[in-house]
């Protein structure tokens, strides 16, 4: 069966200080991976996603960025967190490459930028 | 640009009742999935529709998809506290490697 992992599951972090959340998944090959940051009770904001290693869209322009150093591992980095950054950020995959299949997700991390 | 939006935002009601949540957008879409997720954890998968018109019941849970597959709705008959959370709905588009998600409607099933 599949998994998918996140860590850290909280963090607090000062502003400007850099940020590295990793995200891996477990039981399947070359999935498309998603990075959403979510506000409080709300919907999802796709951040960032990746069909393959190395391949990174972005979806809205920010102070994050995203790498997939192996097939099943996606980053999700800053070099300078701001406040705005505080969040709740989920990662996600799905089973067929390219296509817009169900997602499946990971448990979140709760950032909190003081 | 937010392709779906969901109505209301905010749900109170009391254990017994009815509710709909409803899911609306000018696109088109190949198909539509529901999810439920709650504080601190991801969304988990309800269902998937993908054919216009088609009805999905899952339990006291019953899903629409309309017939232009613009749209969608969730029924829950008699809620129950174990209901309560946010409920995101989420639409694909052929072609798009990506899910278009909700805004969400927050649920509280009050005892």
């Known amino acids: 069966s599949q998994t998918i992992h996140q860590w850290p599951a909280t963090l607090v972090q000062p502003v400007g200080s850099p940020l590295s959340l990793e995200c891996t998944v477990e039981?399947?090959?070359?999935?498309?991976l998603y990075w959403y940051r979510q506000a409080a009770g709300r919907g999802l904001q796709l951040l960032f996603y990746s069909v393959g290693i190395g391949q990174i869209s972005s979806e809205v322009p920010q102070n994050l960025s995203a790498s997939r150093p192996q097939d099943r591992q996606f980053i999700l980095s800053s070099k300078k967190l701001l406040l705005s950054d505080s969040g709740f950020y989920l990662c996600?995959?799905?089973?067929?490459?390219?296509?817009?299949?169900?997602?499946?997700f990971g448990p979140g991390t709760r950032l909190t930028v003081l | 640009t937010q392709l779906l939006e969901q109505s209301p935002q905010f749900l109170s009601i009391q254990e017994g009742e009815n509710l709909t949540v409803y899911c609306n957008s000018s696109s088109v879409f190949s198909s539509l999935q529901w999810y439920r997720q709650e504080p601190g954890e991801g969304p988990v998968l309800l269902v998937t529709v993908v054919t216009g018109g088609e009805v999905k019941k899952l339990k006291r849970l019953t899903f629409q998809f309309g017939d232009a597959r613009k749209d969608s709705s969730l029924h829950i008959t008699a809620a129950q506290p174990g209901d309560t959370g946010l409920y995101l709905c989420a639409g694909a588009q052929t072609g798009a490697n990506n899910l278009f998600f909700g805004t969400g409607t927050r649920l509280t099933v009050i005892p």
């Open positions: 039981g399947t090959s070359n999935p498309n």
């Open positions: 996600a995959w799905n089973r067929l490459a390219g296509f817009a299949d169900t997602q499946y």
